[in-house]
């Protein structure tokens, strides 16, 4: 087993390469640089092939495998918060950056996060183009009598009531730090996109 480098086993530049970037990124966010450092390893494995960068497949089953998290429309949309510079692929600075939000988040980091999941259009609002597929796929797992596009229209209706504070038919980043804080079931009103304290601890436990 000597000098092959098989999937688990890490050559020491490589290791050398890990341990620097987990005490770098120690400083900017919640992880301790020996978890930042294991969380890079479990990456490292889980990377594409030569490259330092995890695909939308891979992420996609370790958020419903570790995090119970299975709606595609919103497995897609948390991808997309992670991939901050938007090259369809997670980096190893997105990937511990990512985390320590999805696992140990201040509320505000939470409320921030929601949003950019939420604002499908990237334009800053939350809109009823926004809102539309994410209540219908929740709508869809209650089985309901009524016309599902009225039943969609009804609870588009029923946030905007709640959670539109300066009435402009569309929710600000202002309008939905101000819902949540009222009331906090509120950040996942258009469907789960952080993962449960359970979940989240469970997950970290296997990086101490
Ligand atoms: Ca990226
Ligand atoms: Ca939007």
Redesign the pocket.
């Known amino acids: 087993m000597s000098g092959h480098d098989g999937p688990s086993s890490i050559n020491i530049i490589e290791r050398k390469r890990i341990a620097k970037l987990a005490e770098h990124l120690s400083k900017s966010t919640h992880f301790a640089a020996k978890e930042a450092e294991h969380l890079l390893h479990y990456f490292y494995k889980k990377r594409l092939r030569d490259k330092d ?1 995890m695909d939308r497949i891979t992420f996609r089953h370790i958020l419903h495998v570790s995090f119970q998290i299975s709606d595609d429309f919103l497995m897609d949309r948390i991808f997309r918060a ?10 190893m600075e ?1 990937w511990i950056e990512g985390l320590s939000t999805f696992v140990r988040g201040t509320k505000e980091e939470k409320i921030n996060f929601a949003f950019v999941v939420y604002d499908v259009n990237g334009d800053g609002y939350i809109s009823k183009e926004d809102m539309f597929p994410m209540l219908k796929a929740s709508l869809v797992k209650m089985p309901t009598e009524e016309d599902p596009e009225e039943g969609i229209k009804d609870l588009l209706d029923l946030v905007l009531k709640k959670m539109d504070h300066d009435k402009d038919g569309r929710l600000s980043h202002v309008d939905f730090t101000k819902s949540v804080c009222n009331d906090s079931l509120l950040l996942e009103v258009f469907g789960p996109c952080l993962p449960t304290t359970e979940a989240a601890d469970k997950f970290m436990e296997e990086f101490q």
Do not use: A, G, L, W
């Open positions: 960068k992670f991939d901050k510079d938007n090259d369809s692929h997670i980096s997105e």
